[in-house]
Protein backbone atom coordinates (compact mmCIF):
# COMPACT_ATOMS: atom_id res chain seq x y z
CA UNK A 1 0.00 0.00 0.00
CA UNK A 2 2.30 2.10 0.52
CA UNK A 3 4.58 1.48 -2.57
CA UNK A 4 1.18 2.51 -4.29
CA UNK A 5 1.18 5.50 -2.50
CA UNK A 6 4.41 6.36 -3.33
CA UNK A 7 4.23 5.84 -6.59
CA UNK A 8 1.17 8.61 -6.62
CA UNK A 9 3.06 11.06 -5.12
CA UNK A 10 6.14 10.01 -7.05
CA UNK A 11 8.27 10.00 -3.97
CA UNK A 12 11.07 7.17 -2.68
CA UNK A 13 10.82 6.50 1.12
CA UNK A 14 14.50 8.10 1.20
CA UNK A 15 13.07 11.14 -0.49
CA UNK A 16 10.15 11.28 2.62
CA UNK A 17 12.75 10.60 5.14
CA UNK A 18 14.89 13.60 3.97
CA UNK A 19 11.95 15.71 4.29
CA UNK A 20 10.79 14.78 7.57
CA UNK A 21 14.18 15.01 8.50
CA UNK A 22 14.32 18.96 6.98
CA UNK A 23 10.86 19.66 8.21
CA UNK A 24 12.13 18.72 12.21
CA UNK A 25 14.93 21.26 11.72
CA UNK A 26 12.69 23.87 10.40
CA UNK A 27 10.66 23.28 13.67
CA UNK A 28 13.71 22.88 15.70
CA UNK A 29 15.60 26.09 14.14
CA UNK A 30 11.89 27.71 14.57
CA UNK A 31 12.06 26.80 18.68
CA UNK A 32 15.47 28.21 18.59
CA UNK A 33 14.92 31.51 17.33
CA UNK A 34 11.74 31.61 19.63
CA UNK A 35 13.78 30.63 22.79
CA UNK A 36 16.41 33.02 21.76
CA UNK A 37 13.54 35.89 21.76
CA UNK A 38 12.36 35.17 24.43
CA UNK A 39 15.73 34.74 26.24
CA UNK A 40 16.30 38.32 24.69
CA UNK A 41 12.54 40.05 26.51
CA UNK A 42 14.09 38.38 29.74
CA UNK A 43 17.13 39.77 30.06
CA UNK A 44 15.51 43.05 28.66
CA UNK A 45 12.58 43.06 31.60
CA UNK A 46 15.81 41.90 34.02
CA UNK A 47 17.61 44.78 33.25
CA UNK A 48 14.11 46.98 33.60
CA UNK A 49 13.87 45.36 37.12
CA UNK A 50 17.45 45.91 37.92
CA UNK A 51 16.74 49.70 36.68
CA UNK A 52 13.90 49.90 38.68
CA UNK A 53 15.23 48.89 42.25
CA UNK A 54 17.79 50.86 41.62
CA UNK A 55 15.72 53.73 41.49
CA UNK A 56 13.87 52.95 43.88
CA UNK A 57 16.99 52.18 46.22
CA UNK A 58 17.78 55.98 45.55
CA UNK A 59 14.22 57.16 46.34
CA UNK A 60 14.19 55.93 49.46
CA UNK A 61 17.81 57.39 50.12
CA UNK A 62 17.03 60.80 49.06
CA UNK A 63 13.64 60.73 51.09
CA UNK A 64 15.73 59.51 54.18
CA UNK A 65 18.10 62.29 53.77
CA UNK A 66 15.07 64.98 53.44
CA UNK A 67 13.72 63.61 56.24
CA UNK A 68 16.71 63.56 58.46
CA UNK A 69 17.79 67.42 56.71
CA UNK A 70 14.13 68.31 58.33
CA UNK A 71 14.43 66.71 61.76
CA UNK A 72 18.01 68.79 61.94
CA UNK A 73 16.36 72.10 60.92
CA UNK A 74 13.60 71.19 63.58
CA UNK A 75 16.11 70.60 66.19
CA UNK A 76 18.37 73.47 65.34
CA UNK A 77 14.80 76.10 64.83
CA UNK A 78 14.03 74.67 68.53
CA UNK A 79 17.43 75.08 69.95
CA UNK A 80 17.71 78.85 68.90
CA UNK A 81 13.99 79.46 68.78
CA UNK A 82 14.60 82.15 71.51
CA UNK A 83 17.79 83.90 70.04
CA UNK A 84 16.49 87.17 69.19
CA UNK A 85 14.49 87.58 72.33
CA UNK A 86 17.40 86.32 74.08
CA UNK A 87 19.61 89.20 72.35
CA UNK A 88 16.94 91.86 73.15
CA UNK A 89 17.33 90.91 77.32
CA UNK A 90 21.58 91.37 77.27
CA UNK A 91 21.09 95.67 77.60
CA UNK A 92 18.84 95.06 80.29
CA UNK A 93 21.47 92.80 82.06
CA UNK A 94 23.91 96.03 81.07
CA UNK A 95 21.42 98.58 82.92
CA UNK A 96 22.05 96.32 85.83
CA UNK A 97 25.18 96.01 86.00
CA UNK A 98 25.92 99.38 85.21
CA UNK A 99 23.80 100.56 87.97
CA UNK A 100 25.17 98.19 90.42
CA UNK A 101 28.97 100.12 89.48
CA UNK A 102 27.24 103.23 89.88
CA UNK A 103 25.70 102.85 93.54
CA UNK A 104 28.84 100.97 94.43
CA UNK A 105 31.37 103.46 93.84
CA UNK A 106 29.31 106.08 95.47
CA UNK A 107 29.08 104.29 98.65
CA UNK A 108 25.23 105.07 99.31
CA UNK A 109 22.20 103.06 98.49
CA UNK A 110 23.77 99.64 99.70
CA UNK A 111 20.07 98.38 99.62
CA UNK A 112 19.37 99.36 96.50
CA UNK A 113 22.62 97.35 95.03
CA UNK A 114 21.70 94.42 97.17
CA UNK A 115 18.39 94.26 95.65
CA UNK A 116 19.23 94.74 91.95
CA UNK A 117 22.25 92.75 92.35
CA UNK A 118 19.95 90.60 93.25
CA UNK A 119 17.29 90.48 90.66
CA UNK A 120 20.59 90.24 87.91
CA UNK A 121 21.79 87.06 89.74
CA UNK A 122 17.72 85.66 89.18
CA UNK A 123 18.38 87.05 85.34
CA UNK A 124 21.37 85.35 84.44
CA UNK A 125 20.55 82.18 86.48
CA UNK A 126 17.24 82.19 84.36
CA UNK A 127 18.82 82.53 81.38
CA UNK A 128 21.61 79.81 82.13
CA UNK A 129 18.58 77.50 82.29
CA UNK A 130 18.09 78.46 78.47
CA UNK A 131 21.72 77.89 77.85
CA UNK A 132 22.96 81.55 77.59
CA UNK A 133 26.25 81.51 79.56
CA UNK A 134 28.43 84.82 79.44
CA UNK A 135 31.79 84.77 77.34
CA UNK A 136 35.30 84.69 79.98
CA UNK A 137 37.43 87.34 79.19
CA UNK A 138 39.49 88.60 81.64
CA UNK A 139 42.55 86.96 82.03
CA UNK A 140 42.89 84.79 79.11
CA UNK A 141 44.57 85.41 75.16
CA UNK A 142 42.48 87.91 73.18
CA UNK A 143 40.12 85.09 71.06
CA UNK A 144 38.55 87.02 68.24
CA UNK A 145 35.90 84.61 68.12
CA UNK A 146 34.31 85.77 71.46
CA UNK A 147 36.18 88.97 71.78
CA UNK A 148 36.10 92.49 70.37
CA UNK A 149 39.39 94.61 71.12
CA UNK A 150 38.18 98.46 71.91
CA UNK A 151 41.67 99.56 72.99
CA UNK A 152 45.26 98.06 73.98
CA UNK A 153 47.46 99.24 76.93
CA UNK A 154 50.90 98.65 77.54
CA UNK A 155 51.62 96.82 80.48
CA UNK A 156 54.34 94.58 81.75
CA UNK A 157 51.81 92.73 84.51
CA UNK A 158 49.97 90.80 81.70
CA UNK A 159 51.45 89.02 78.49
CA UNK A 160 51.27 90.80 75.16
CA UNK A 161 47.45 90.09 73.74
CA UNK A 162 45.85 89.32 76.83
CA UNK A 163 42.75 90.81 77.95
CA UNK A 164 42.78 92.89 80.83
CA UNK A 165 39.58 94.46 81.09
CA UNK A 166 35.86 93.74 80.19
CA UNK A 167 34.01 96.80 79.06
CA UNK A 168 30.76 95.00 78.10
CA UNK A 169 30.17 91.09 78.58
CA UNK A 170 29.88 88.86 75.56
CA UNK A 171 27.27 85.82 75.81
CA UNK A 172 26.37 82.67 74.61
CA UNK A 173 23.62 80.67 73.50
CA UNK A 174 24.79 77.07 73.71
CA UNK A 175 27.75 77.37 70.86
CA UNK A 176 26.39 80.12 69.48
CA UNK A 177 27.87 83.68 69.79
CA UNK A 178 25.19 85.91 70.35
CA UNK A 179 27.36 88.92 70.78
CA UNK A 180 31.22 89.65 71.34
CA UNK A 181 33.04 90.90 74.67
CA UNK A 182 34.20 94.32 74.88
CA UNK A 183 37.47 94.17 75.66
CA UNK A 184 40.70 96.08 76.36
CA UNK A 185 44.05 93.82 75.32
CA UNK A 186 47.13 94.43 76.60
CA UNK A 187 50.42 94.62 74.40
CA UNK A 188 54.51 94.83 75.30
CA UNK A 189 55.52 98.67 76.79
CA UNK A 190 58.12 100.33 74.57
CA UNK A 191 60.79 99.26 77.11
CA UNK A 192 60.10 95.15 76.92
CA UNK A 193 60.06 95.42 73.56
CA UNK A 194 63.82 96.99 73.30
CA UNK A 195 64.60 94.14 75.93
CA UNK A 196 62.90 91.77 73.54
CA UNK A 197 64.83 93.17 70.64
CA UNK A 198 67.67 93.64 72.56
CA UNK A 199 67.67 89.35 74.00
CA UNK A 200 67.01 88.22 70.62
CA UNK A 201 70.36 90.01 68.90
CA UNK A 202 71.98 88.32 71.89
CA UNK A 203 71.11 85.18 70.96
CA UNK A 204 71.59 85.49 67.35
CA UNK A 205 75.09 86.78 67.93
CA UNK A 206 75.51 83.88 70.31
CA UNK A 207 74.55 81.08 67.89
CA UNK A 208 76.89 82.91 65.38
Known amino acids: MADENNKITGQSDDDQADQRVSQDRDKVADRDSDIAELRLQ ?27 RTARDREESLRYANETLVKDLLPVIDNLERAI ?24 DTL ?26 ETAEHPPNTVVEA ?9 RLLRPALVTVSKASISQEKKNVEAEVENDQTDD
Open 42 to 68: LNAKEEEAKNNYDRYIRQVAEMDNFKK
Open 101 to 124: GHASSSGNGKLLVEGVDMVLKGFL
Open 128 to 153: GKHGVQPVTAVGLAFDPAQHEALAQV
Open 167 to 175: HQRGYLMRD
